[in-house]
């Protein structure tokens, strides 16, 4: 698979570049249409994601650098070629999360209210994003055979994609896109439940993309190591949990009690 999509002398295009530009401006734009709909000013939520993004970008990269620490010392300028891949999800979550939180205490807004929010866009960029890791060749799954590819109803030109070095092997970036896709079809539907919670939506994208990151990282051959722990297991464990206990201990109290289609007169 070519990871350049379009290259112009020493200047090149990266499908990576492209794909993670358009899951950022499509994530974006849903958070800014979920957030007008509640009467959030569209100025408040522009200037979040002006520093946002390169926050949770940059929270990204150095987690992926930290675990991957020997190999960037060998060669420190490829710490900054982002397009080549190596953005962990996980980093850019713990970055852009406390960025939100000195935001909105900042310019006193409900935190679980602006998360509730993003969460929405933030699966379906996720869902997005993972295929910047087909053209790059990476985030996929054990060798496996072409005919077990066939039995799982993988279209042949991700096949084709995954047939790397000889070997086949299993597409997990798109096991976790078709994850992230059904989460983003999850919270849509849950943003319209009656006695939903502010801070219950953002409590089940904790859950959801816990669970499916988990097992999906199960399958794949190049997770970022603590010893023997496979990092992204154990921060997704820990997601679950949190969700859990936040989902619980939110639904506390009377159920017509800050709500997520609710009127808050603290807002």
């Given amino acids: 698979m070519n990871p350049i999509l379009i290259s112009f002398g020493s200047i090149k295009i990266y499908w990576y570049s492209v794909i993670m530009f358009l899951a950022i ?41 930290i675990f991957n620490f020997d190999y960037y010392m060998q060669d420190p300028i ?19 999360l406390l960025f939100i939180i000195f935001y909105t205490k900042k ?17 379906l960029g996720q869902a997005i994003g993972r295929w910047g890791n087909f053209f790059n060749s990476e985030a996929h799954g054990a060798i496996t055979t072409l005919q077990t590819l066939h039995n799982l109803f993988i279209p042949d030109f991700i096949i084709e994609g995954m047939h ?29 439940y009656s006695y939903l919670k502010v801070g219950q ?39 679950v949990i949190i969700g859990l206990i ?10 017509f009690q800050n709500l997520y289609n609710g009127d808050d007169d603290d807002e």
């Fill in 25 to 65: 401006l499509l994530g974006g734009l849903i958070v800014l249409k979920e957030a007008k709909k509640f009467k959030i000013p569209e100025n408040f939520m522009v200037n979040l994601f002006f520093y946002l993004i390169p926050i949770a970008l940059i929270g990204a990269r150095l987690y992926y650098v």
């Fill in 78 to 96: 490829s710490i900054f070629k982002v397009w080549e891949g190596g953005l962990a999800i996980h980093g850019g979550l713990i970055a852009g």
């Fill in 107 to 123: 310019y006193k807004i409900k935190t679980l209210r602006i998360l509730d929010f993003i969460v929405i866009g933030l699966i």
């Fill in 164 to 192: 790397i070095g000889g070997f086949y092997y299993h597409p997990t970036f798109l096991y976790e896109s078709i994850w992230c896709l059904l989460g983003f079809s999850f919270l849509v539907l849950m943003r319209k």
């Fill in 201 to 239: 939506l953002t409590s089940l994208y904790l859950i959801w993309y816990g669970v499916g990151r988990f097992f999906i990282e199960g399958m794949r051959t190049d997770s970022l190591m603590l010893g023997s722990i496979k990092m992204a297991q154990l921060v997704s464990f820990l997601m």
């Fill in 246 to 255: 936040m989902f619980l201990t939110l639904n506390k109290g009377s159920k």
